[in-house]
């Protein structure tokens, strides 16, 4: 018996305790109400995982995109040395813009972002002159101006858009975890 400790023989498949006392049967009772409420707590926390996502906003998923996408340039980035200053060794690599996110049409561009150390991009505000003469290095003058000419498009990707490339990079990121 999980409650007196004494041997019995189950009536019942599973049975823990032997209901012989009136002390076995409140522990029954007790453990049978934890057990329930586990239970219950599952499904609950299910459940609100269900009417989270529901009630996510457009920007709730422009927030868990731009996580997703900002972790696939560092990986992919990972061998290439900072854009604007060239060092490889720093404290914490970002995910720097060449234009900045305002201009929403560029910002899960994969060659509007590269990998970019924390002094660049924060205390330099993108160091953007080296960081476009590299960018010309990297991807030619021709894209370069592309991007420049496009951030003045207009677009805003909707929820199942933003589902969608969330999906593509939490894709991409197993991938290269795996080289």
């Known amino acids: 018996c999980k409650n007196c400790k ?7 498949f599973l049975q ?9 049967i409140k522990a029954f009772a007790n453990w049978s109400k934890v057990e329930t409420d586990k239970k219950q707590n599952k499904e609950w ?25 900002n972790q696939y340039i560092r990986l992919r980035d990972k061998d290439l040395p900072c854009v ?18 305002t ?3 560029l910002r899960f561009n994969e060659f509007n972002v590269w990998k970019q150390c924390s002094r660049c991009n924060t ?18 003058l021709a894209e370069v101006e592309k991007l420049e000419n496009k951030r003045h ?5 909707s929820i199942p858009d933003l589902k969608a490339k969330i999906v593509h990079y939490k894709a991409q990121i197993k991938i290269l975890s795996e080289k």
């Open 45 to 69: 926390r299910e459940e609100k995982k269900v009417l989270r996502e529901k009630l996510k906003s457009q920007a709730d998923y422009v927030k868990d995109l731009q996580t997703v996408f």
């Open 123 to 140: 205390h330099l505000r993108g160091n953007t002159v080296p960081y476009r003469i590299e960018l010309i290095n990297r991807i030619g």
């Open 153 to 157: 498009e207009i677009s805003k990707l």
């Open 103 to 105: 201009y929403q049409v």
């Open 16 to 24: 823990k305790f032997c209901m012989d006392s009136d002390e076995c």
């Open 84 to 101: 604007s200053c060239g060092i490889h060794i720093c404290e914490e690599f970002h995910a720097g813009h060449y234009i900045a996110t």
């Open 6 to 12: 004494n041997k019995f023989e189950a009536r019942y």
